[in-house]
């Protein structure tokens, strides 16, 4: 009988298979490579004490490996100055991880090892800085730059122990994530070291993680990816400290258009950070970016969905259950990255003003090196440098004012001793001038590089808000009805929707929400307001009409407890001088949780370029607030937005009244904008607040006011063209016309705003009134 042949194994599944066998080997190997990356990690152009951190961060076993990788990463560093002291650091961190018996290493496992960073990053620092006399500048650095290897030595140790012991990402707690997150942000800055010709494998890889982000997580992944891509590649120094803006820009961009797809993800990230790139980049640093964004882009598209799917932080993934635990572990995390957020905010501000004065130089330096160069050569240097010294400096001293106020000095300008004995002041003050606009040029490029980092501290601050927002709403939740949900569930399925998730909650005030998602093409098919009367009597409660918004192939739908109150609005704007635009932008948003917010913003000047200001900022506000964030944490992100979208002056005003429908409670916040005025009892109530508009400065805060509104009162917004002649007129006005219909009443107002003009000037103006009436 003959024995049919083994069909041969696949020569991948022989790789798989051989792999599995030298696990140990490539153990080793990965920590070597990670040693020799993280070595090439350089923060703020000088600090680079990681490869030390990593190679005591591991195992006894594995530190041989990370410390030879290390050692060849500072040996054959891409920026080996001043490497000698990170050689002799991961000597003796090596040496030490060997001679202390390993049960002290595993008993105090949690502080030894960054304690061994420590003293192997101090004590070669502090030898060297004894050959320099003991500066305390020297000894500061030296001080800060032993606490950050013990830092990162920490971030690395947490990082390995939380991948080795367990098997998935989601089951991570929250110092777990971050300390990956920390890890991976630093491996990032490394690879930013590297070049393949003028491309930076770094910032490619950046670029695929922000584009990862945005679609797994929308605006707020996309938005953080950004932001700390961003500030690592900024913080590596250089002339590329202006992608701190472009990324966290790009990435929330990105994060807005996920639901269109992954193609047209990459091309809105492409020609955002594209663009940025031309215009605030050189034209090498130009081709260089459009490079790597676009091998990031195309890198980024040939990931397989299946694969995009899996990820685990951002994922979406589908449960019907919401449990006490699950709340508070997520709870635990949105307040956690919140804060983390704050303080990398803050540690990134304080660190760059730091660095900026140690290298900040002065005019006194201009002066020192112009001297240097031709007194060194003159014969009547012992004399002038040394009886006439107090004489050469009052001349240099008497100049100082010349050169700020006219930048430069010629050599009539020279006063005294130095003006009647100098044979070289031809020469020297050409050397002040041309020293004097190095200086300049110098200055003004870190003046741009600090507003820019000073964007990316404020975008974190907004991140960080967004965070809070999130674990507000979920506070709220106070009990998950399951059963209710079930009976839900049973519902939709037996109208042949598919739904793909339900769930039914009660907050604090005992109100109920529903939440369910179903199919898109399902929706055509769903009775909304039959729906509505089915859910309120299964519920046994009164339900309104849902809010629906589409997600990808899906739709959300919402359901809330009906409100006391509605509203009736209406909106009037009239272009500057017949222009087809106008610089005002206003819109009505409902959020699905019982508020209404009304947005009016007014672009600086008229026409286009107004129009565009005023929408990008309402637009962003929009998304954001629908996405149930704050308008505190949006705000800093419109702001961010607007002050780097262009090199030209770019602002709009921001003008909010959000009014909760079920107590009438209204929030009124002003960022520049107008005065508002509601009619209530009878009377007009001015209300306006002190504040500046956004895309001015960082920092931007609404100024912010309360009232509570019944059923017949108006909330009349206006933009500054509308009170050309003053606001006092407009008092009477409103009671004139309280009587009236909502289009009667904004009709009123423009009409006796137009008749009221004098001169001929005209501007944009806008109108948009609100009335609260009882629901029906």
Same mark, same amino acid.
């Given at each position: 009988?003959?024995?049919?042949?083994?069909?041969?194994?696949?020569?991948?599944?022989?790789?798989?298979?051989?792999?599995?066998?030298?696990?140990?080997?490539?153990?080793?190997?990965?920590?070597?490579?990670?040693?020799?990356?993280?070595?090439?990690?350089?923060?703020?152009?000088?600090?680079?004490?990681?490869?030390?951190?990593?190679?005591?961060?591991?195992?006894?076993?594995?530190?041989?490996?990370?410390?030879?990788?290390?050692?060849?990463?500072?040996?054959?560093?891409?920026?080996?100055?001043?490497?000698?002291?990170?050689?002799?650091?991961?000597?003796?961190?090596?040496?030490?991880?060997?001679?202390?018996?390993?049960?002290?290493?595993?008993?105090?496992?949690?502080?030894?090892?960054?304690?061994?960073?420590?003293?192997?990053?101090?004590?070669?620092?502090?030898?060297?800085?004894?050959?320099?006399?003991?500066?305390?500048?020297?000894?500061?650095?030296?001080?800060?730059?032993?606490?950050?290897?013990?830092?990162?030595?920490?971030?690395?140790?947490?990082?390995?122990?939380?991948?080795?012991?367990?098997?998935?990402?989601?089951?991570?707690?929250?110092?777990?994530?971050?300390?990956?997150?920390?890890?991976?942000?630093?491996?990032? !800055?490394? $690879?930013?070291?590297?070049?393949?010709?003028?491309?930076?494998?770094?910032?490619?890889?950046?670029?695929?993680?922000?584009?990862?982000?945005?679609?797994?997580?929308?605006?707020?992944?996309?938005?953080?990816?950004?932001?700390?891509?961003?500030?690592? !590649?900024?913080?590596?120094?250089?002339?590329?400290?202006?992608?701190?803006?472009?990324?966290?820009?790009?990435?929330?961009?990105?994060?807005?258009?996920?639901?269109?797809?992954?193609?047209?993800?990459?091309?809105?990230?492409?020609?955002?950070?594209?663009?940025?790139?031309?215009?605030?980049?050189?034209?090498?640093?130009?081709?260089?970016?459009?490079?790597?964004?676009?091998?990031?882009?195309? $890198?980024?598209?040939?990931?397989?969905?299946?694969?995009?799917?899996?990820?685990?932080?951002?994922?979406?993934?589908?449960?019907?259950?919401?449990?006490?635990?699950?709340?508070?572990?997520?709870?635990?995390?949105?307040?956690?990255?919140?804060?983390?957020?704050?303080?990398?905010?803050?540690?990134?501000?304080?660190?760059?003003?730091?660095?900026?004065?140690?290298?900040?130089?002065?005019?006194?330096?201009?002066?020192?090196?112009?001297?240097?160069?031709?007194?060194?050569?003159?014969?009547?240097?012992?004399?002038?440098?040394?009886?006439?010294?107090?004489?050469?400096?009052?001349?240099?001293?008497?100049?100082?004012?010349?050169?700020?106020?006219?930048?430069?000095?010629?050599?009539?300008?020279?006063?005294?001793?130095?003006?009647?004995?100098?044979?070289?002041?031809?020469?020297?003050?050409?050397?002040?001038?041309?020293?004097?606009?190095?200086?300049?040029?110098?200055?003004?490029?870190?003046?741009?590089?600090?507003?820019?980092?000073?964007?990316?501290?404020?975008?974190?601050?907004?991140?960080?808000?967004?965070?809070?927002?999130?674990?507000?709403? $979920?506070?709220?939740?106070?009990?998950?009805?399951?059963?209710?949900?079930?009976?839900?569930?049973?519902?939709?399925?037996?109208?042949?929707?598919?739904?793909?998730?339900?769930?039914?909650?009660?907050?604090?005030?005992?109100?109920?929400?529903?939440?369910?998602?179903?199919?898109?093409?399902?929706?055509?098919?769903?009775?909304? /307001?039959?729906?509505?009367?089915?859910?309120?009597?299964?519920?046994?409660?009164?339900?309104?009409?849902?809010?629906?918004?589409?997600?990808?192939?899906?739709?959300?739908?919402?359901?809330?407890?009906?409100?006391?109150?509605?509203?009736?609005?209406?909106?009037?704007?009239?272009?500057?001088?017949?222009?087809?635009?106008?610089?005002?932008?206003?819109?009505?948003?409902?959020?699905?949780?019982?508020?209404?917010?009304?947005?009016?913003?007014?672009?600086?000047?008229?026409?286009?370029?107004?129009?565009?200001?005023?929408?990008?900022?309402?637009?962003?506000?929009?998304?954001?607030?629908?996405?149930?964030?704050?308008?505190?944490?949006?705000?800093?992100?419109?702001?961010?937005?607007?002050?780097?979208?262009?090199?030209?002056?770019?602002?709009?005003?921001?003008?909010?009244?959000?009014?909760?429908?079920?107590?009438?409670?209204?929030?009124?916040?002003?960022?520049?904008?107008?005065?508002?005025?509601?009619?209530?009892?009878?009377?007009?109530?001015?209300?306006?607040?002190?504040?500046?508009?956004?895309?001015?400065?960082?920092?931007?805060?609404?100024?912010?006011?309360?009232?509570?509104?019944?059923?017949?009162?108006?909330?009349?917004?206006?933009?500054?063209?509308?009170?050309?002649?003053?606001?006092?007129?407009?008092?009477?006005?409103?009671?004139?016309?309280?009587?009236?219909?909502?289009?009667?009443?904004?009709?009123?107002?423009?009409?006796?705003?137009?008749?009221?003009? /004098?001169?001929?000037?005209?501007?944009?103006?806008?109108? $948009?009134?609100?009335?609260?009436?009882?629901?029906?």
């Amino acid at each position: 009988m003959l024995k049919t042949s083994e069909k041969p194994m696949p020569a991948i599944a022989r790789l798989v298979v051989f792999l599995k066998r030298q696990k140990e080997l490539l153990a080793y190997l990965g920590y070597a490579v990670c040693g020799f990356l993280l070595a090439n990690a350089i923060l703020l152009g000088q600090l680079a004490p990681f490869g030390v951190a990593f190679t005591a961060a591991g195992k006894k076993e594995r530190t041989t490996a990370a410390g030879a990788g290390a050692l060849l990463g500072y040996i054959f560093s891409l920026h080996p100055e001043n490497n000698t002291r990170y050689i002799a650091a991961v000597a003796l961190a090596v040496a030490v991880k060997w001679v202390l018996p390993p049960r002290l290493l595993q008993k105090h496992r949690i502080w030894m090892a960054p304690a061994i960073a420590f003293a192997a990053v101090f004590l070669p620092g502090l030898a060297l800085a004894s050959l320099r006399g003991y500066l305390v500048y020297d000894v500061v650095i030296c001080l800060s730059e032993s606490v950050l290897a013990a830092g990162s030595c920490f971030f690395f140790q947490r990082a390995a122990l939380a991948l080795l012991l367990r098997e998935k990402l989601a089951t991570l707690n929250s110092k777990d994530v971050s300390c990956l997150i920390i890890s991976y942000a630093l491996l990032v !800055m490394a $690879l930013g070291s590297f070049l393949v010709g003028d491309v930076s494998v770094g910032r490619i890889a950046a670029v695929v993680t922000i584009l990862l982000a945005a679609k797994c997580g929308r605006e707020s992944g996309g938005a953080i990816a950004g932001v700390t891509a961003g500030v690592t !590649m900024g913080i590596l120094g250089g002339d590329f400290s202006f992608l701190a803006a472009s990324y966290g820009f790009g990435g929330m961009l990105t994060g807005m258009f996920a639901e269109l797809g992954s193609v047209v993800q990459a091309l809105v990230f492409v020609v955002v950070n594209g663009l940025t790139a031309l215009i605030m980049g050189s034209e090498y640093q130009a081709y260089s970016i459009l490079y790597e964004i676009f091998l990031g882009a195309v $890198l980024f598209l040939l990931i397989p969905a299946s694969a995009v799917q899996s990820l685990v932080f951002w994922g979406r993934q589908r449960s019907d259950a919401f449990s006490k635990t699950a709340r508070e572990v997520v709870l635990s995390k949105l307040k956690f990255a919140s804060a983390a957020l704050t303080d990398i905010g803050e540690a990134t501000r304080q660190v760059s003003q730091k660095v900026g004065e140690a290298k900040g130089g002065s005019v006194a330096d201009v002066f020192a090196a112009a001297a240097e160069r031709v007194c060194k050569v003159c014969p009547q240097k012992p004399v002038c440098w040394g009886e006439q010294y107090h004489s050469v400096m009052d001349g240099f001293n008497n100049l100082t004012g010349i050169l700020r106020q006219k930048g430069k000095v010629a050599a009539a300008d020279f006063p005294g001793y130095m003006g009647e004995r100098c044979d070289h002041k031809w020469e020297l003050a050409n050397e002040i001038c041309a020293g004097y606009e190095r200086f300049s040029s110098k200055r003004e490029a870190r003046a741009q590089a600090q507003s820019l980092r000073g964007v990316v501290t404020d975008q974190f601050t907004g991140m960080s808000g967004m965070l809070d927002a999130l674990a507000q709403e $979920l506070t709220g939740i106070e009990q998950a009805e399951f059963p209710v949900g079930d009976k839900i569930s049973a519902l939709l399925e037996r109208e042949n929707l598919s739904p793909i998730s339900v769930s039914a909650y009660t907050d604090q005030t005992g109100r109920m929400t529903v939440e369910a998602v179903i199919p898109a093409f399902k929706l055509a098919r769903m009775d909304q /307001t039959a729906m509505t009367l089915w859910l309120s009597e299964l519920c046994q409660r009164r339900l309104q009409l849902p809010a629906v918004s589409e997600v990808e192939n899906a739709v959300h739908l919402r359901w809330i407890e009906r409100t006391a109150y509605a509203v009736q609005t209406a909106k009037l704007q009239h272009p500057c001088d017949g222009q087809t635009l106008c610089g005002d932008a206003l819109e009505e948003i409902w959020d699905g949780r019982g508020q209404v917010h009304l947005l009016l913003s007014d672009g600086m000047g008229s026409g286009s370029r107004a129009a565009l200001d005023s929408s990008m900022t309402v637009c962003l506000l929009k998304k954001l607030v629908t996405a149930g964030f704050s308008f505190d944490a949006a705000l800093e992100l419109a702001n961010a937005a607007l002050l780097v979208k262009s090199e030209e002056e770019s602002l709009s005003t921001v003008d909010v009244a959000t009014v909760d429908l079920y107590s009438g409670e209204t929030q009124f916040l002003k960022a520049g904008a107008a005065p508002t005025f509601v009619y209530r009892d009878g009377s007009v109530v001015k209300v306006e607040g002190a504040s500046m508009p956004a895309g001015i400065l960082k920092g931007v805060d609404f100024a912010k006011s309360r009232l509570k509104l019944h059923a017949g009162d108006w909330i009349i917004m206006v933009s500054d063209g509308i009170l050309l002649d003053g606001s006092d007129w407009i008092f009477d006005q409103i009671k004139l016309s309280a009587r009236k219909s909502a289009e009667e009443l904004a009709q009123d107002i423009w009409q006796t705003a137009q008749r009221r003009r /004098t001169g001929g000037h005209d501007d944009d103006a806008s109108v $948009l009134v609100c009335k609260i009436v009882d629901k029906q």
